[in-house]
């Protein structure tokens, strides 16, 4: 259930963005301008796009609340995996360290790229 609802959410997201990004921005957001063309008019009100923003706006906002109510009451505690606690440490073969030429050796002749 939690998973089929997620999908759906996501989809109703993907449907809110592509209606939010094709309406024609007028500016005054939400008819706070005082033309005649604002959002209380019934042109305004009775507008496709306007009435999927709002639609769609309010389903995101209930499936949001019900995911989370169904992610609050399926939560199952935390357990510890101990399984690698009992293993002693892997024991590595130690590393012999790396010694600079002394002032009688040379170091190794690299032939010139011409």
Same mark, same amino acid.
């Given at each position: ?11 109703? &997201? ?5 209606? =939010? ?9 939400? +008819? /706070? %301008?005082?033309? $005649? ?10 507008d ?5 923003t &709002? ?5 995101? =906002? ?9 992610? +609050? /009451? %399926?939560?199952? $505690? ?22 600079a ?14």
């Open positions: 259930m939690f998973t089929f609802l997620l999908v759906v959410q996501t989809l109703i &997201a993907a449907a809110l963005v592509g209606v =939010i990004l094709m309406q024609r921005s007028e500016g005054g957001g939400l +008819g /706070v %301008s005082s033309s $005649s063309a604002g959002l209380m008019t019934a042109r305004g009100a009775a496709f796009l306007t009435r999927a &709002a639609i769609l706006g309010g389903l995101f =906002i209930t499936i949001s609340i019900v995911l989370a109510a169904i992610a +609050g /009451v %399926s939560r199952e $505690s935390t357990t510890v995996d101990t399984s690698l606690a009992k293993q002693p440490p892997v024991q590595q073969a130690p590393v012999a360290p790396a010694t030429p002394t002032a009688n050796e040379t170091a190794p002749a690299v032939p010139d790229a011409q």
